[in-house]
């Protein structure tokens, strides 16, 4: 039997579910899953939603992490047309909870029974470029994390480069905050970001450890701010040196191209069989 979120919530109470649902970061597979940000698929989805999501479990896809869903449609609609398709989402992308976002972010967490909620980190915020920026944008995620504690939820943060370019007398920003916010706060390191502030992506998921239980997978031919983002293993990146350096800490590689040189859902395929034929991640589940 399977229960929604809210009725768990009314039933065990906030933080008794807080609670329950965090614990399961502590217990990591012997490797991690596979999953998809479905932002990869986006301009399919736009034509054809469904048609989209039945290639990507036909690729040997089951979880998912969603970002956008076309203009006009519910949440309700897209969270059944992932269960149509034999999908679950694992995370989803959404703006910070403060002010009007708030009713979003749980009717997010609602609709595709998730609790790991991950703020995008898009646009530049500037304020990532000063000492006194980070300890403010520090005071808004640990206000959004007591938050999504109280509702039940994880909070996490997801970078691009800026986070990652050192700054002087300051040092790395995403290193700063790490020791500024709330140690329950989650990371989600995109390793082709990381790479492109010139940042070695191994060393820095080691150096994150277990803060860091989610990765976006990405690689290219060439890395920088403008792509375009080549198939997993076509690439550039050291997929082996990340995979030992997330050992016992990573609990998904989620594949993201943000845009791509050759057909995406070539390279979508091509990606999910790499992780999972390197022994990098698991597919399935």
């Given at each position: 039997?399977?229960i929604?979120r ?9 933080a008794a ?6 614990a ?7 490797a ?5 940000q ?10 054809d ?15 998912v ?9 519910t ?7 992932l269960?149509?398709a034999?999908l ?16 979003a972010f ?6 595709f ?11 530049e915020?500037?304020?990532y ?9 520090a005071d ?20 691009h ?20 916010i ?21 060393k820095?998921?080691?150096?994150f450890g277990?803060?860091?239980?989610l ?6 031919a060439?890395?920088?701010?403008e792509g ?17 350096a997330?050992?016992g800490?990573?609990?998904y590689?989620i594949?993201e191209?943000?845009?791509?040189k ?6 979508v ?13 698991v597919?399935?589940g």
């Amino acid at each position: 039997m399977t229960i929604s979120r809210r009725t768990f919530l009314n039933t065990v109470g906030a933080a008794a579910a807080a609670t329950a649902l965090g614990a399961g970061f502590g217990r990591v597979r012997s490797a991690p899953q596979v999953a998809l940000q479905l932002y990869s698929i986006r301009e399919a989805m736009a034509v054809d939603t469904a048609a989209a999501l039945r290639r990507v479990a036909a690729m040997g896809y089951r979880a998912v992490e969603t970002a956008f869903f076309p203009e006009g449609m519910t949440r309700a609609t897209a969270a059944a047309l992932l269960r149509d398709a034999g999908l679950h989402a694992i995370a989803c992308h959404v703006e910070i909870p403060v002010g009007d976002h708030r009713s979003a972010f749980l009717d997010t967490a609602e609709a595709f029974d998730c609790d790991l909620m991950v703020w995008h980190g898009w646009p530049e915020d500037t304020r990532y470029q000063s000492l006194d920026g980070i300890k403010a944008l520090a005071d808004i995620y640990n206000e959004s994390f007591v938050f999504s504690k109280s509702n039940g939820l994880r909070f996490g943060l997801h970078n691009h480069w800026w986070e990652m370019e050192a700054i002087s007398d300051v040092g790395i920003p995403y290193y700063v905050l790490r020791e500024l916010i709330e140690p329950e706060i989650f990371f989600e390191l995109d390793m082709y970001w990381t790479r492109v502030a010139g940042r070695d992506p191994a060393k820095v998921v080691a150096d994150f450890g277990d803060r860091a239980p989610l990765l976006h997978m990405k690689d290219g031919a060439v890395l920088n701010e403008e792509g375009p983002m080549v198939a997993l293993g076509d690439g550039v990146q050291d997929f082996a040196a990340i995979a030992e350096a997330g050992r016992g800490h990573t609990q998904y590689m989620i594949v993201e191209l943000d845009d791509c040189k050759t057909d995406m859902f070539d390279a979508v395929a091509k990606s999910y069989d790499y992780l999972t034929s390197s022994g990098f991640a698991v597919g399935g589940g």
